[in-house]
């Protein structure tokens, strides 16, 4: 049985090493889109770089004789997810999407919602002049013209444009939550921007802003491929894919 995960996230590591464990699977490859310098890799064989669209997808999984497809790639990478659903029905193969479940608020949080990278920058008139920008390297344009002080933290340096007033720290998760509280202090930060990527890795930062009583903008999870049966852990999708 020949399995390709579109991955890049903790999630798709954790299953790439369930299901190379696993002698039911003859072959597990795991594709990753490239855009980490030097990404953690995980078991089986790993292949880098996109596919072309649609179509190169299809070719790769026809030319490479593919049971099933796992789309376990970010929660924000939503063109590859609709690509996987495209390919997948033109392919005639199985697919079943590995999706972290998205963060929710809690007592005694402070967030504002929005749909995209540009409504974030629009909503942070008015909440705060240092702002803790945790989106990631790409789409920082977005913040570009904004007159507050941002600090940019992402796994490689941002591409250009970046915000005017800004310092970079290039950090990679899991973090912790007395990191996340003492980075607030040091910093005097009083507003964070992030994504709703969910998990466990990131999340300390949402407590550490709760407690510190800073405003959190959002940035919600953009539409997901109708159809595709989903699964919320590693090992929930071990068990759907081999059980066939």
Same mark, same amino acid.
């Given at each position: 049985?020949?399995?390709?995960?579109?991955?890049?996230?903790?999630? *798709?590591?954790?299953?790439?090493?369930?299901? $190379?464990? /696993? =002698? =039911?699977?003859?072959?597990?490859?795991?594709?990753? @889109?490239?855009?980490?310098?030097?990404?953690?890799?995980?078991?089986? %064989?790993? =292949?880098?770089?996109?596919?072309?669209? #649609? &179509?190169?997808?299809? !070719?790769?999984?026809? %030319?490479? +004789?593919?049971?099933?497809?796992?789309?376990?790639? $970010?929660?924000?990478?939503?063109?590859?997810?609709?690509?996987?659903?495209? +390919?997948?029905?033109? @392919?005639?193969?199985?697919?079943?999407?590995?999706?972290?479940?998205?963060?929710?608020?809690?007592?005694?949080?402070?967030?504002?919602?929005?749909?995209?990278?540009?409504?974030? *920058?629009?909503?942070?008139?008015?909440?705060?002049?240092?702002?803790?920008?945790?989106?990631?390297?790409?789409?920082?344009?977005?913040?570009?013209?904004?007159? &507050?002080?941002?600090?940019?933290?992402?796994?490689?340096?941002?591409?250009?444009?970046?915000?005017?007033?800004? &310092?970079?720290?290039?950090?990679?998760?899991?973090?912790?939550?007395?990191?996340?509280?003492?980075?607030?202090?040091?910093?005097?930060?009083?507003?964070?921007?992030?994504? /709703?990527?969910?998990?466990?890795?990131?999340?300390?930062?949402?407590?550490?802003?709760? %407690?510190?009583?800073?405003?959190? #903008?959002?940035?919600?999870?953009?539409?997901?491929? !109708?159809?595709?049966?989903?699964?919320?852990?590693? &090992?929930?999708?071990?068990?759907?894919?081999?059980?066939?």
């Amino acid at each position: 049985m020949h399995i390709l995960i579109l991955g890049g996230t903790t999630e *798709a590591r954790a299953l790439a090493g369930l299901l $190379h464990a /696993d =002698r =039911r699977v003859t072959r597990l490859t795991s594709s990753l @889109a490239g855009r980490v310098a030097s990404p953690r890799l995980p078991a089986g %064989e790993v =292949r880098i770089g996109g596919f072309g669209g #649609v &179509e190169g997808l299809v !070719e790769w999984v026809r %030319e490479h +004789a593919v049971d099933a497809v796992i789309d376990a790639t $970010h929660p924000f990478a939503e063109r590859i997810s609709f690509n996987a659903a495209r +390919a997948a029905a033109t @392919a005639h193969v199985p697919l079943l999407a590995l999706r972290r479940p998205g963060w929710v608020p809690v007592e005694g949080d402070d967030w504002r919602e929005v749909a995209s990278l540009e409504d974030a *920058a629009r909503a942070l008139t008015g909440l705060g002049d240092r702002v803790f920008l945790t989106t990631g390297r790409m789409g920082l344009a977005a913040f570009a013209a904004r007159p &507050e002080w941002f600090l940019v933290r992402s796994v490689d340096a941002p591409e250009a444009p970046v915000p005017a007033r800004a &310092e970079i720290l290039l950090d990679r998760g899991p973090f912790t939550l007395d990191g996340e509280r003492e980075l607030l202090a040091r910093h005097r930060i009083d507003v964070l921007v992030t994504k /709703d990527s969910g998990g466990a890795a990131t999340a300390p930062k949402l407590t550490a802003a709760r %407690e510190a009583g800073v405003p959190v #903008v959002v940035v919600r999870r953009p539409p997901v491929p !109708e159809g595709v049966p989903v699964a919320t852990t590693p &090992e929930e999708a071990a068990a759907l894919v081999l059980r066939g």
